[in-house]
């Protein structure tokens, strides 16, 4: 497994733009897949973004496609979330996550590994 560290987080107003980081530890950062996820409050956990092992293929939740982009530096063990014209609906706590070669929208599975999260505030 691989230990997740977020970073990035912070009050925004509607319309502006955050980068998230998520820095891994572990030798083998280049094999896994990673992804965001992301819970507001009184709402499930859901996904955002997904990269596989290579960076060569993305996958985003409609409701941020266009907005966010999520790409990873594997010499920095290291992945990205950029998120622009931001709502307030984005809002949320927001979870880095890690499994071998991809990683499904609904989360890890029980080799996976997830970060603790940092917190994405968004005003209107």
């Known amino acids: 497994q691989v230990q997740l560290v977020e970073s990035g987080g912070g009050l925004v107003q509607a319309g502006g733009s955050l980068r998230l980081s998520c820095a891994a530890s572990?030798?083998?950062?280049?094999?896994?897949?990673l992804g965001w996820f992301r819970q507001a409050p009184g709402k499930e956990r859901e996904f955002v973004a997904t990269?596989?092992?290579?960076?060569?293929?993305?996958y985003y939740a409609d409701s941020v496609k266009g907005r966010f982009i999520i790409y990873r530096d594997n010499a920095k063990n290291t992945v990205y979330l950029q998120m622009s014209s931001l709502k307030p609906e984005d809002t949320a706590v927001y979870y880095c996550?890690?499994?071998?070669?991809?990683?499904?929208?609904?989360?890890?599975?029980?080799?996976?590994?997830w970060g603790q999260g940092t917190q994405v505030t968004v005003s209107s």
């Open positions: 996550a890690a499994d071998r070669v991809s990683i499904p929208t609904t989360g890890p599975g029980p080799a996976g590994s």
């Open positions: 990269i596989n092992w290579s960076g060569g293929s993305t």
């Open positions: 572990g030798r083998t950062f280049s094999s896994y897949g």
